[in-house]
């Protein structure tokens, strides 16, 4: 049986893109909007709150075998934990969280045109947990970049509806791509995220190491990089 790679799936988060927090722009908006609805709260209470929010999507999380936790249930849970039972604040702020995305939206990292020209001969795909930045949002942002050209498939978790590490997510994206994960390699930085639902899904892996994280008994990596300029080095090994 011909098992030569024949397809490539990248992470996006700290993998193509840095790592972004868009608390200072949903935080603010949060206290805001709840003013001009006449609630008031101590910024401490509202802070708190909001960090709740993120933390019940966690355990959501991980409780429900990694399924999307939609951006509606968020605000809900933070306007749970300030007693305020408003459509209106929940209707105006679910945008303003995934909007947000696009007040700053996160820089390439170094080596991403370089991989992708290395790898274009290969299908393409992306496999990425989206948060409250949703997919339509971060194709807007590709594509401003110029990069969206170069994939065939995006799996996105508002869209399919399951985060890393489930295997749903990667097969999303080698179904669309038309290739078995077994001939797919997957390129990201997270090990309990990509490293395990990679290998989970049947698919090869190479690990773009940026920060230390513990190892996973069972989960080695096929490659390990900490820079997408030496990933032509690891596929040549994997070819």
């Not at 303003?96 to 170094?110: G, Q, R, V």
């Not at 274009?120 to 594509?143: F, H, I, N």
Request: glycine share 8%; charged share 30%; aromatic share 10%.
């Amino acid at each position: 049986m011909d098992m030569r790679i024949k397809a490539v799936t990248y992470d996006l988060w700290n993998t193509l893109v840095y790592n972004r927090n868009y608390g200072e722009f949903r935080l603010p908006a949060l206290k805001k909007t709840l003013v001009e609805h006449e609630y008031s709260f101590d910024d401490c209470v509202v802070e708190d709150a909001y960090i709740g929010g993120f933390r019940y999507s966690g355990r959501v999380i991980r409780a429900e075998d990694h399924r999307h936790v939609e951006t509606i249930e968020i605000v809900g849970e933070v306007l749970r934990l300030l007693g305020v039972e408003d459509e209106r604040v929940l209707e105006k702020m679910v945008p303003i969280y995934e909007d947000s995305f696009m007040c700053d939206p996160p820089k390439l990292k170094e080596g991403v045109f370089e991989a992708l020209e290395y790898t274009k001969s290969y299908k393409v795909g992306l496999v990425s947990v989206t948060g409250v930045s949703p997919g339509r949002l971060v194709r807007q942002v590709m594509e401003e970049y110029g990069i969206l050209g170069y994939f065939e498939a995006l799996s996105f978790s508002d869209e399919v509806k399951w985060v890393k590490p489930n295997v749903k997510l990667y097969h999303a994206a080698t179904d669309d791509l038309g290739i078995a994960p077994e001939e797919t390699v997957h390129i990201g930085d997270s090990m309990k995220g990509d490293i395990v639902g990679a290998i989970d899904a049947g698919m090869k892996v190479i690990w773009i190491k940026t920060r230390e994280q513990p190892r996973i008994e069972g989960y080695e990596p096929d490659g390990v990089i900490t820079s997408l300029l030496e990933l032509p080095e690891a596929m040549r090994v994997l070819e």
